[in-house]
């Protein structure tokens, strides 16, 4: 590995502090000084023309999961400078999984791939993905609704104390392994069907080994505030750091409710819980189309739930159902992005409305369509929050940025569909949008939003600081020019910027090019590398 010396740059530390002229010496893929000066030779010397270098971002939300087999470049996400990611998020992680049901908790790109290696234990998750190689730091979280999976199915009831023994069994073999915490995803079945009780008897688990509880909680609409209660009580039952996941008021009628919601979070943290957020900077949602059903008609799995959609009775009562929950405005503020087979694929990036009108039927049964035909497997995006209440949660100082997206690139296997641009931009976006042109925070904010403050979340010890001794992540980016390009209409752009990526010590993105090095490692909580 060669030594570099970055000269020229106004270093951002990650701690919040201000910005100073200096020179970094990278060593054996570690930070070996920080000075004005360094006197030492390199092999290696990058001129940063007076840009700035900060710690590698942190993308505090990921849904990578098992994409890391089908690409392991990530570019969409090295390209915005991020250079570590938390994954298994909302309920779902690449493992635990029981031998006979492999295609449990894979994300939807991954299923049925023949490149994929099979495992069952989160070891054995980690494990397959260190081989495989990974182009950004890797840090892990056991999702409940896999768990859950694994210890009792898809129904929709409580556990039996043998299962409950079971799912705490998977949470123990997860934290042993390295997992950071554990995630809920309390909108999406099986983990919907949790009750409390239960997630505070798992989290009880997961915190004696020190992890962190994430949550896509129950609810983001009106019931928002009762959601963040629910989050505030399982960490101050559990004795765990809780951290909310993507932060947002989704329904118009809730908007404005995040300012009530976080000063929950502030009243929390004044009476001993430990609690924090995350939010991609974007109005629009983004998840599978499947997410609009009932959660009850989810019991049983997916097979049961394309059944009863296709049911006249239930199908029908299930319809109505829906087309109540979209209110005057919900179809058209619901677009495709993702679609399986190459039929509906004149669907993608195209608003339910629009949808309905090219097959001249209601938006509620072209949804049906899409979701029988393409057996669930459809991605949307939805219209869904305001500006204000983006920019009020992003400027809390216990909000990390995460982008809630999985990586993707303009090409190969990770470049179907038309995504939620988050997937492209968000860090960029924060930097260039927020914090430059509307003057939201000062850059060293916006750069501890996603370095310092997320590596303090999860107890990285050793990353999102330029200091002696930490990991060698860094970025070199043009403050005055970062931005991002993807939009809702055109998602698979790259961001402009974001000049120089260093991964553990090795140069990945250069001049705008990815250099071909595969440099993450997957991170186990407790242990150094
Ligand atoms: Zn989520």
Redesign the pocket.
């Known amino acids: 590995m060669q030594d570099i010396l970055i000269k020229n740059v106004r270093v951002i530390d990650g701690t919040g502090a201000p910005w100073f002229h200096g020179e970094v010496f990278v060593k054996d893929g570690k930070i070996a000084v920080v000075a004005k000066k360094v006197e030492a030779t390199a092999s290696r010397v990058i001129d940063g023309q007076g840009l700035v270098l900060a710690p590698g971002f942190i993308d505090s ?1 990921s849904h990578s999961d098992t994409n890391w087999f089908l690409d392991p470049r990530g570019e969409s996400k090295i390209r915005q400078g991020v250079t570590t990611e938390v994954t298994g ?2 309920g779902e992680s690449g493992a635990p999984k029981r031998l006979d049901d492999q295609d449990a908790g894979q994300t939807e790109a991954a299923q049925g791939d023949a490149k994929m290696p099979t495992w069952s234990s989160f070891d054995e998750y980690l494990t397959a993905l260190s081989r495989n190689g990974v182009g950004v730091n890797l840090a892990t979280l056991v999702g409940h609704g896999t768990v859950r999976i694994a210890g009792m199915g898809y129904d929709d009831r409580r556990p039996t104390p043998d299962e409950m023994a079971r799912m705490k069994e998977y949470m123990k073999e997860a934290m042993e392994a390295g997992a950071f915490g554990f995630s809920s ?1 309390l ?1 999406y079945p099986p983990s919907a069907y949790a009750s409390t009780d239960e997630l505070v008897e798992l989290a009880k688990v997961v915190a004696s080994y020190g992890g962190i509880y994430a949550t ?1 909680m129950r609810n983001e609409e009106l019931a928002l505030l009762q959601s963040v209660n629910e989050a505030i009580e399982i960490g101050h039952r559990a004795g765990i750091p809780v951290h909310i ?2 932060h947002k008021a989704c329904d118009k009628r809730a908007w404005g409710q995040v300012k009530q919601s976080l000063a929950m979070i502030d009243e929390a943290r004044r009476h001993g819980v430990d609690v924090t957020a995350d939010q991609y900077p974007y109005v629009a949602t983004a ?1 599978g189309l499947s997410a609009i059903i009932p959660s009850w008609a989810h019991d049983g799995g997916p097979k049961a739930l394309l059944a009863r959609l296709k049911d006249p009775e239930v199908g029908a009562a299930l319809k109505s159902k829906v087309e109540l929950d979209q209110g005057d405005d919900g179809w058209y503020r619901l677009m495709i992005t993702d679609v399986k087979s190459e039929k509906n694929k004149a669907c993608e990036g195209k608003r339910m409305t629009e949808i309905a009108a090219m097959w001249g039927i209601p938006p509620v049964e072209a949804a049906w369509r899409l979701l029988c035909e393409e057996e669930l497997e459809v991605g949307y995006v939805r219209f869904a929050m305001c500006e204000d209440d983006v920019k009020t949660v992003m400027k809390h100082p216990c909000v990390m940025i995460g982008s ?1 997206a999985s990586a993707r690139a303009i090409d190969g296997p990770l470049s179907t569909g038309s995504p939620h641009p988050r997937a492209f931009g968000t860090f960029p976006r924060v930097l260039g949008k927020y914090c430059r042109e509307e003057g939201l925070f000062p850059l060293e904010t916006a750069v501890y939003k996603m370095t310092g403050l997320p590596a303090w979340r999860l107890g990285l010890w050793d990353r999102g600081l330029v200091r002696p001794g930490m990991a060698a992540d860094l970025v070199l980016f043009d403050p005055d020019k970062v931005i991002d390009t993807a939009t809702f209409e055109n998602p698979k752009q790259y961001p402009v910027g974001i000049e120089c990526v260093i991964v553990n010590g090795e140069v990945v993105i250069e001049n705008g090019q990815h250099t071909g090095a595969i440099a993450g490692k997957v991170l186990r909580r407790g242990r150094s590398e």
């Open positions: 939300h998020q909302c995803g909108i896509h996941s993507h998840t809630d």
